[in-house]
Nanobody, 121 residues
């Protein structure tokens, strides 16, 4: 039973930093691609960053240079710096099924957490 639980969200001022965590259980995180997404009110869910099974990261243009994705054995992280009001959103982590590459389509990510709210003022 795959479970993803996000934490670390909160309210910060513009220019501040937050570190999001996603505790993963029920599968081997080294065998799957894992990623971070966000969804602001009234907007579609947006991909932010992903970590390939090989450990190679990739970032959206909005995240590049400000956000860093990483993981240890059981937890996926997103270090966010230089936060802006437009970063305000619910942040979600997701994973593929074991052995799958990072999907190019959001709908193809297999498992999702419940999200953690980030508010930047």
């Amino acid at each position: 039973h795959v479970q993803l639980v996000e934490s670390g969200g909160g309210s910060v001022q513009a220019g501040g930093s937050l570190r999001l965590s996603c505790a993963a259980s029920g599968f081997s995180s080294s065998s799957a691609c894992m990623g971070w997404f966000r969804q602001a009110p009234g907007k579609e869910r947006e991909w932010i960053a992903a970590l390939e099974r090989s450990g190679i990261p990739s970032y959206s243009d909005s995240a590049k240079g400000r956000f860093t994705i990483s993981k240890d054995k059981v937890t996926l992280f997103l270090q966010m710096t230089g936060l802006k009001p437009e970063d305000t959103a619910m942040y979600y982590c997701a994973t593929t099924r074991p052995g799958e590459d990072c999907p190019g389509v959001i709908a193809d990510w297999a498992y999702w957490g419940q999200g953690t709210q980030v508010t930047v003022s």
